[in-house]
């Protein structure tokens, strides 16, 4: 009987606990795969924060571009690295730019999609 009762208590304490872990990392923010579009307006700065990626295809006829890309983290949106296709904001941007190339570029949220405003290849 005592034994049991100590089983118990033991599998209960490990049970607060692990509430408490999982509690603990819900509210230091965790959210799908490192992404982040908030819809609300942003704090204005001075600084505009260029990721770094890698063009992997271009779409021109549909205004896309696929680029393998570092941490994104504009006034609107936050993401973590990964190969994503974006559509750009200006089809002019697509003008210079071929699959290889080393770019860098913004990414905000504009009516709730993640479109590219600023690309710019690297020389």
């Keep these: ?13 490990f049970s607060l606990l692990a509430v408490d872990v999982y509690a603990e990392q819900g509210s230091k923010g965790m959210d799908m795969a490192g992404m982040k579009m908030d819809g609300m307006p942003a704090k ?3 600084t505009t ?3 770094d990626g ?9 205004n896309n571009i696929t680029l393998k890309h570092g941490r994104i983290k504009s006034t609107t949106v936050e993401m973590g690295p990964m190969t994503m296709s974006f559509p750009v904001k200006d089809k002019a941007l697509l003008s210079n730019v071929k699959a290889g190339d080393k770019v860098k570029f913004t990414v905000e949220n504009v009516n709730g999609e993640a479109i590219v405003t ?6």
Excluded: D, P
């Design 1 to 13: 009987m005592k034994k049991s009762l100590l089983n118990l208590v033991a599998v209960c304490g």
């Design 118 to 123: 600023v690309l710019l290849v690297q020389k």
């Design 44 to 46: 204005t700065t001075n």
């Design 49 to 51: 924060v260029l990721a």
């Design 54 to 62: 890698e063009v992997k295809a271009i779409n021109k006829e549909s």
